[in-house]
């Protein structure tokens, strides 16, 4: 059973940074396309990052430049580098992976969710 673990999360001040990490089992990791979304309580889920197989990134416009995703296949596991963090930040974040089949794909698994807090 394909499984994602996230770790990593905590309470930081603004300005500070933050690494989570997602550990993926029972798959063959470095096939799927990963990424990372947030939920803030009250809105929907929302996409932050993605990254593809051989490293192509996709970022949200509201994280574009103060975060990173990054995939070590070696660990199965990808992260994400939270940087210049503001309260608004403030969000559950989970990660995902999915297995692209010619030129899409879909967000298959998820992990059950991380809690970040930027708070003062």
């Known amino acids: 059973q394909v499984q994602l673990v996230e770790s990593g999360g905590g309470l930081v001040q603004p300005g500070g940074s933050l690494r989570l990490s997602c550990v993926a089992s029972?798959?063959?990791?470095?096939?799927?396309?990963l990424g990372w979304y947030r939920q803030a309580p009250g809105n929907e889920r929302e996409f932050v990052a993605r990254?593809?197989?051989?490293?192509?990134?996709n970022y949200a416009d509201s994280v574009k430049g103060r975060f990173t995703i990054s995939r070590d296949n070696a660990k199965n596991t990808v992260y994400l580098h939270l940087n210049s963090l503001k309260p608004e930040d403030t969000a559950v974040y989970y990660c995902?992976?999915?297995?692209?089949?010619?030129?899409?794909?879909?967000?298959?698994?998820w992990g059950q969710g991380n809690q970040v807090t930027v708070s003062s």
């Open positions: 990254i593809r197989r051989f490293g192509t990134t």
């Open positions: 995902t992976a999915g297995r692209p089949t010619g030129s899409t794909w879909a967000w298959d698994y």
């Open positions: 029972g798959m063959i990791f470095s096939n799927y396309v």
